[in-house]
């Protein structure tokens, strides 16, 4: 009994030495870094490799933080263009911590990062987005206008003036872009690159995920958007019948010059039989005129009138010459 109680201090003794030994070290993960503080004052690091560090139990606190890229996602804004375009715009952006002493001293944690991020980039944003006419947030910077050709080209539409929204078109569609998104999103990375290192962080790249009118416009721009392309389906139309009446009269002309050139054919052929049997009654009526008159005569003898005209004449009529006098 009295042995137990004797090895009891050395079990508790062990145990302290153990406890201590294993707060007396820490580590550090891949894609971690770490400042390590005494009552709240940095006294070691920035560990920002990986492996095994020693600290001073109790005493010493270790702060770990993100090496590698994070996230941050904007709250939809309502910002007016130059144009006076009032729309929504989303916007994303990565950045990371680049020096957590720094970033300790000032924001402290991730989520103090993100509520300064919410200040900075929604300023460089809306500063942006306000100082720049809404297709060139739109557009690619190599994209270039296109206009409808006047002859047959119907991929390359430019509204007619006149119209109701022709003025918003031609901006819309002819308006040659000078900056582009891209350079619109890397002038906003500059801006908050200015404004961040004083946090420890850096903002690696800024982007829009989502442009769209606000909802109080989105009606009058659908009917519009509606409109121009009922205009651009009348124009189609109106272009095909002109087509289809080319087509037709092409058609009919070409049927025209079949028809005469088919009757003239005819013509000249018939006229070619009627020759040839003229020249074959003539040598027929040469060789025997006296049997050619009796067989014509007799020919009309049995002739049939299919409209029963009256025939008057004397019995000493030349007609009846065969019949008064058979030799």
């Given at each position: 009994m009295s042995t137990a109680k004797k090895g009891l201090p050395i079990v508790v003794l062990l145990l302290i030495v153990l406890m201590a030994a294993s707060g007396s070290f820490f580590i550090v993960k891949e894609g971690k870094q770490a400042i390590l503080t005494q009552f709240g004052k940095p006294v070691g690091g920035p560990y920002q490799k990986a492996g095994l560090y020693f600290k001073i139990p109790m005493i010493q606190e270790v702060h770990e933080f993100e090496k590698r890229l994070l996230k941050w996602d904007g709250s939809p804004n309502q910002i007016p263009t130059r144009d006076k375009k009032y729309i929504w715009v989303d916007t994303t952006?990565?950045?990371?911590?680049t020096d957590p002493l720094r970033f300790l001293q000032t924001v402290s944690s991730e989520r103090g990062a993100l509520s300064r991020l919410?200040?900075?980039?929604?300023?460089v944003v809306?500063?942006?987005v306000s100082s720049n006419l809404l297709v060139e947030l739109v557009r690619s910077s190599d994209w270039k206008p296109v206009f409808r050709s006047q002859t047959s080209g119907y991929e390359k539409y430019m509204p007619e003036k006149g119209t109701s929204s022709a003025e918003d078109d031609q901006a819309r569609i002819d308006t040659e872009v000078k900056r582009g998104r891209q350079t619109i999103t890397?002038?906003?990375?500059?801006?908050?690159?200015k404004l961040t290192p004083q946090y420890g962080i850096q903002v690696v790249d800024i982007e829009i995920k989502r442009i769209n009118y606000v909802e109080s416009v989105q009606k009058q721009v659908f009917e519009r958007m509606i409109s121009e392309r009922k205009r651009i389906a009348s124009q189609y139309r109106s272009e095909g019948e002109g087509q289809k009446r080319r087509i037709m009269g092409q058609m009919q002309k070409e049927l025209a010059r079949i028809r005469s050139e088919a009757y003239k054919k005819a013509q000249k052929i018939e006229g070619q039989a009627d020759a040839k049997a003229t020249r074959i009654y003539g040598d027929a009526y040469g060789r025997d005129a006296e049997f050619f008159a009796l067989f014509k005569t007799l020919e009309a003898?049995?002739?049939?009138?299919?409209?029963r005209t009256d025939l008057?004449?004397?019995?000493?009529?030349d007609f009846y010459r065969y019949l008064r006098s058979p030799k």
């Open positions: 952006a990565r950045w990371r911590i919410d200040d900075i980039i929604d300023s809306r500063d942006q890397r002038a906003m990375l500059a801006e908050a690159s003898y049995g002739a049939k009138d299919d409209q008057i004449l004397s019995t000493d009529s």
